[in-house]
């Protein structure tokens, strides 16, 4: 994974309250351009919450159009166990990948003593556009860590013809994970961007974006149903 991908993917992760800062302004001006047609193009411009930079639009566009369009194969012999251990510690940092995540996209996390284990914070979740708040613990699964590009769909688009040590890197790719609303996860499966995006339609702008550039970064492929879907999500993109 290159550098810029990973950087841009996690600037989306970095300072969450931020954009919840300038959230409101957002919306409300939308409203007063509309007059008495407000809510309508509030709701028009939903991704105007997420908006994005007109390189960012038009870098994830060419690398759209240069993904190799082709059905899935090998679907049926999909195993979690081919991308290796859950959570892996691939960086060395001591921690594992899922409270790496949880560091990074959650407000305000509190940290166990070994400096790793995340105990407690708050999810702006992306997919929801709703605030949850974590506590590990009997309710941990409220929080999930999603594989943008699925595991199972990276394999019957590629991945299953990699080298063990490449799909392991995949599967702990922070470019790759977010923490999210462990039932929209749970909704969403193992699904392309054919068949699932965020509920919070605002989303599916950055969302398309962030899988283009994973699956161009590993050369992984797209049906032509999965391109028509990400064509249109990158439509509703708002740039600054």
Not at 78 to 101: I, K
Request: negative net charge; charged residues 25%.
């Amino acid at each position: 994974m290159g550098v810029q991908a990973v950087t841009w993917a996690l600037a989306w992760r970095v300072r969450p309250w931020l954009r919840e800062s300038w959230r409101p302004l957002v919306v409300l001006a939308l409203a007063l351009l509309a007059g008495l047609g407000g809510p309508e193009l509030v709701a028009e411009h939903a991704s105007a919450r997420y908006p994005v930079t007109a390189a960012d639009l038009a870098s994830g566009r060419a690398a759209l159009a240069d993904l190799v369009v082709a059905p899935r194969t090998g679907a049926e012999s999909y195993e979690r166990e081919e991308f290796g251990a859950a959570w892996d510690d691939v960086d060395g940092n001591g921690c594992d990948t899922r409270d790496d995540v949880l560091r990074r996209d959650l407000l305000g996390p509190r940290l166990d003593v070994d400096g790793c284990t995340v105990l407690a914070g708050v999810l702006d979740d992306p997919y929801t556009g709703a605030r949850i708040e974590f506590a590990r613990g009997p309710d941990s699964a409220d929080v999930q860590i999603d594989h943008v590009v699925a595991l199972a769909d990276a394999w019957a688009s590629g991945a299953r013809t990699w080298d063990p040590a490449l799909r392991r890197a995949f599967a702990n790719d922070p470019a790759n994970l977010l923490a999210v609303d462990g039932p929209a996860n749970q909704d969403k499966g193992a699904a392309d961007a054919d068949a699932w995006l965020p509920p919070d339609q605002g989303y599916a702008c950055v969302y398309a974006l962030l899988q283009v550039r994973v699956k161009s970064a590993y050369g992984l492929r797209v049906t032509p149903d999965e391109r028509a879907a990400l064509e249109d999500a990158l439509s509703t993109c708002v740039t600054v």
